[in-house]
C-alpha cells in the first residue's frame, strides 16, 4: 500500500481533483462532494494538517497508526498531523471536514493552541457520538462556518478563527476537560516512544562512526518521524515536560562524557564528533552544563 509522506491540504485538494497553485491553511469540505463513489477506500497517507469531520448522516472507518475506529450518524471525531492514517466510507449522504493547519490555528486561534487546547495532541482519537440536541449545536457551527468560508471579506480568516474557536470550545467542554497530555506522554504516546527510540539509534550510531556528517537538531529528528518541527517540539514538550532541545542537550552531554572519560579523542574532535561547527561551542556547551571544560572534566575524572 503506497504511502504519502507529509500530504498537505493542497495535495488533498489537487488529490480530489480540486487543482490549486498556492498554499492553503484552511478549508471545509462536503464529504459526499468529494466521495460521490461509495464505498470509497482512502490511500494511505501522512497528513500535514488537522481534519474535524462531523457525520450527520454515514458510516466507516478510519484507521490512525495501527489503531482502527469505526464511526457512524451522529458522531464527531480529529486527526492531527504526522500519523498515518486511512479511511473507508460505508455510507456517506452528509458529512463535513474541516482540513486546517496549526499555522492556521496560531495565528488565528490562539498563538499557544497547545497551552489553550492541549486535547489537539491527543494521539488516541476514538469519534464521540452525540446526542440529537448537541449534534444540531455542532452542526450549526459548520454551517457557520461553511458560510464564512465561501465569503470574501479581508476579517475572513480572523471570522472562521474565532468561529473555529467555539468549536474547539465545545469539544473541549464535551469530551476533552480532563485531557492530560504527560499521561499520553508516559503510556501510550506513539510520537513520544518513537522519537526516544531514534534519539537512542542516532546516538549510537554517533558513538560507532569516526565521522559525524548530521547534526542532530529539532530539524533532523523531525524530518526522520515526518513531522514539522513546531510539531514535534509542541507534542514532546507537552507528554514530557521538556523540549526536543532539551533532550538532544541531555544525550550529547552523556555522549560527550563517555568520549572525554573511555577515548582518547581530543576535545576537537569530540567537538566535530558531536556536530558542533567549532570547538569553542562545544567548550561552552559542556562548561554551560557541567561547571567544568572539557578538558577539566576529563583530568577531574581519571584522578
Known sequence: MEVVLRHCISDLYNTLGLQVEEEIDF???SVPHIHPEIPFKSPVLRADYFSFILTKEGSGFYCLDDHKFPFDSGTIYFTNPGHLKSYELHESSDAFIIALSEKFLRENVHPEIYGEFPFLLAEIVPPKKLSQ???????ALYDQILKEFHKES??????????FTVLLLKIKERFWSSYDPIKEGNRDSQIVKSFKRLL???????????????????RYFAQKMNLHPNYLNSVIKSKTGRTVNDWISKRT???AKTL??????????IAYKLGFSEPTH???F???????????FRKFKKV
Open 27 to 29: 478549508s471545509i469540505l
Open 200 to 218: 537512542e539509534t542516532e546516538y549510537k550510531k554517533l558513538l560507532r562512526s569516526d565521522q559525524n556528517d548530521v547534526k542532530l537538531q529539532v
Open 133 to 139: 440536541e448537541d449534534f444540531e449545536e455542532f452542526e
Open 253 to 255: 552531554l552523556s555522549v
Open 286 to 296: 559542556f562548561k554551560k552544563q557541567t561547571k567544568l571544560s572539557p578538558s577539566s
Open 260 to 269: 572525554l572519560m573511555n577515548t582518547s579523542h581530543s576535545s576537537k574532535e
Open 282 to 284: 562545544f567548550s561552552r
Open 154 to 163: 479581508e476579517y475572513k480568516d480572523k471570522i472562521l478563527g474565532n468561529l
